[in-house]
């Protein structure tokens, strides 16, 4: 059983500074690419952040300079460091990850996270 917690979010003001964290915990055998995306009221989900397992990276243009995604191996973890935050950033935001389960190690599923809530707001 692979599951992805996020954690992080909460209520900060324009200008100011998050860091989400998700942890990937379970049968694992590998972890491939990790990824961001956000959704927020009436819009569709969107890619913010992804990240590979050799480090690199791409972002979507709205967010790129602010935002910066990093992973530790070592502890099944992917951050996404979220600075000069805008209220257009306001949205729920979820983990994504490509695993390889060990009972199947040939075979990887995709996962999602419960998704945290981030808001940007006076």
């Known amino acids: 059983q692979v599951q992805l917690v996020e954690s992080g979010g909460g209520l900060v003001q324009p200008g100011g500074s998050l860091r989400l964290s998700c942890v990937a915990s379970?049968?694992?055998?590998?972890?491939?690419?990790m990824a961001w995306y956000r959704q927020a009221p009436g819009k569709e989900r969107e890619l913010v952040a992804r990240?590979?397992?050799?480090?690199?990276?791409n972002y979507v243009d709205s967010v790129k300079g602010r935002v910066t995604i990093s992973r530790d191996n070592a502890k099944n973890t992917v951050y996404l460091q979220m600075n000069s935050l805008k209220p257009e950033d306001t949205a729920v935001y979820y983990c994504?990850?490509?695993?390889?389960?060990?009972?199947?190690?040939?075979?990887?599923?995709?996962?999602w996270g419960q998704g945290t809530q981030v808001t940007v707001s006076s």
């Open positions: 994504n990850a490509q695993i390889l389960a060990t009972a199947s190690p040939y075979s990887g599923d995709t996962y």
């Open positions: 990240i590979t397992s050799g480090g690199s990276t």
């Open positions: 379970g049968s694992i055998f590998r972890i491939n690419a």
